[in-house]
Antibody
C-alpha cells in the first residue's frame, strides 16, 4: 500500500524557515518524480514544486522561486521542502504527491499525503 | 503560464442528476488534463487523467472528455459520496495550474 506521510508543519514567524518532510512507502520511491502542492485555508489547490527521479531537475511556481528548495533522499525514501523567507501568504496545508508514471516528471498525481499545516504569523 | 478557467464555481444538484463541469485552458494542452475530487479535510483524489482515462478504482459514473483547450468532467448519476469539490489540472507544461474548483452541493 502506497503511503505518503508529511511532517514538519508548524507556526513560524514571517521571514522564518521551515523544512517539510514526506516519508514514502509502498512503492519504489527512487523511480518516481515527486511534488508538493499547497492549499491555503478555504482556497483552491496550488502546485508548488516538482523534483525529478534523479533530483537534477526541479520546478517551482513563481511565487516560491528563490525561497523554497525541493530535494529528495532515496536512501531514506523521503521528500523534502526547505522553505525560507516565509510570508503570510505561504500559510497553507502542504501535500506531497506522487507522479503517476515512472517515465515523466509531470502530473497527474495518483497518491497524496494527508497534508501538514504551515502557519506564517507573528 | 497556461491559465485554467473552471466553471461553474459552485453547483447544486440532486441525487441521480447528471452534472457536467468544464475546464478551459488558455492554450492548447492536448489531452494533458486531469480531474481531482476533494472532500473537506481530506487530500485530493485523482479521478481522470489524460482527459478521459478513468483512474483505477474510480466508479464508472465519472467520465472525462475533451482535448486542446476545452474539457469536461461528467458524473452520470450523482451519489451521496459525490458531493465534494472538483479541480482540473493541466500537466502539459510547468507551471502546472489548477482550475479554481467547483463545489458540488446537494440541492
Amino acid at each position: 500500500e502506497v503511503q505518503l506521510l508529511e511532517s514538519g508543519g508548524s507556526l513560524v514567524q514571517p521571514g522564518g524557515s521551515l523544512r517539510l518532510s514526506c516519508a514514502a512507502s509502498g512503492f519504489i520511491f527512487s523511480s518516481y518524480a515527486m511534488s508538493w502542492v499547497r492549499q491555503a485555508p478555504g482556497k483552491g489547490l496550488e502546485w508548488v514544486s516538482t523534483i525529478s527521479v534523479s533530483g537534477r531537475n526541479t520546478y517551482y511556481t513563481d511565487s516560491v522561486k528563490g525561497r523554497f528548495t525541493i530535494s529528495r533522499d532515496s536512501s531514506r525514501n523521503t521528500l523534502y521542502l526547505q522553505m525560507n523567507s516565509l510570508r503570510a501568504e505561504d500559510t497553507a496545508v502542504y501535500y506531497c504527491a506522487k507522479v503517476i508514471s515512472a517515465s515523466t516528471t509531470s502530473p497527474p498525481f495518483d497518491y497524496w499525503g494527508q497534508g501538514t499545516l504551515v502557519t506564517v504569523s507573528s | 503560464a497556461i491559465q485554467m478557467t473552471q466553471s461553474p464555481s459552485s453547483l447544486s444538484a440532486s441525487l441521480g442528476d447528471r452534472v457536467t463541469i468544464t475546464c478551459r485552458a488558455s492554450q492548447d494542452v492536448g489531452s494533458d488534463l486531469g480531474w481531482y475530487q476533494q472532500k473537506p479535510g481530506k487530500a485530493p483524489q485523482l479521478l481522470i487523467y489524460d482527459a478521459s482515462t478513468l483512474q483505477s478504482g474510480v466508479p464508472s459514473r465519472f467520465s472525462g472528455s475533451g482535448s486542446g483547450t476545452d474539457f469536461t468532467l461528467t458524473i452520470s448519476s450523482l451519489q451521496p459520496e459525490d458531493f465534494a469539490t472538483y479541480f482540473c489540472l493541466q500537466d502539459y507544461s510547468y507551471p502546472s495550474l489548477f482550475g479554481q474548483g467547483t463545489k458540488l452541493e446537494i440541492k
